[in-house]
Structure formats: C-alpha cells, structure tokens
C-alpha cells in the first residue's frame, strides 16, 4: 500500500500560479505512474497529468502548456506546478499512485480560481 497526503490548495487569482504537493509513504518502491486528477462541482473526475517511473509526463488537453508535474525522488514527493489559472480549473484535485497491485489515492485539495 501506499499512502498520500496533499497539500498546496487554495484560492488564486485568474492567472495567478499554485504548486500541489503530494507526498507518499509505505511501499513507494512499487509505484510505476503517478498522477494527478481533478473533480469539478457536478462533474466526473478527470485525468489532468501524469509521470512514470521513468521520467515521461503526458498532460490532458485542456492544462497542456501550463501546467507541469514532477517529482522529488528523495522525498517520496509529487509535485503539481500550475500556472497561468482559469476559472474552469477550479475542482478538487487528487494525487494517485498508480501500482502494478492498484492504485491510491490522496483525499483531494480544494482549488479555486476566481476574482
């Protein structure tokens, strides 16, 4: 198992920037691809980034060019850089670890843009 804990959320401004972090604890040696989902109000949870073990990163569509996922190996931590926040990015956001046994997830932060 492997269990996350976020942090990170909070109220932005259109344009204005949020780092998310997401740190693992337990058995971190069996992860393969860890990622990031988002939940808007009324909405299904969609996949927003995602990074392998190996280095690649793929991003959804609508945050490709601002939006930027990496890790820090030595803390066992994910990071989520966003920038350039809309309105529609607004949602809770999930960190996942994506195992060859399952997947864990975080318990979501609250991000909101508005002015």
């Known amino acids: 198992q492997v269990q996350l804990v976020e942090s990170g959320g909070g109220l932005v401004q259109p344009g204005g920037s949020l780092r998310l972090s997401c740190t693992a604890s337990?058995?971190?040696?069996?992860?393969?691809?860890m990622g990031w989902y988002r939940q808007a109000p009324g909405k299904q949870r969609e996949w927003v980034a995602s990074?392998?073990?190996?280095?690649?990163?793929n991003y959804a569509d609508s945050v490709k060019g601002r939006f930027t996922i990496s890790r820090d190996n030595a803390k066992n931590t994910l990071y989520l850089q966003m920038n350039s926040l809309k309105p529609e990015d607004t949602a809770v956001y999930y960190c996942?670890?994506?195992?060859?046994?399952?997947?864990?997830w975080g318990q979501g932060t609250q991000v909101t843009v508005s002015s």
């Open positions: 990074l392998t073990s190996g280095g690649e990163t």
């Open positions: 996942a670890a994506h195992r060859r046994g399952g997947s864990d």
């Open positions: 337990g058995i971190t040696s069996s992860i393969y691809t």
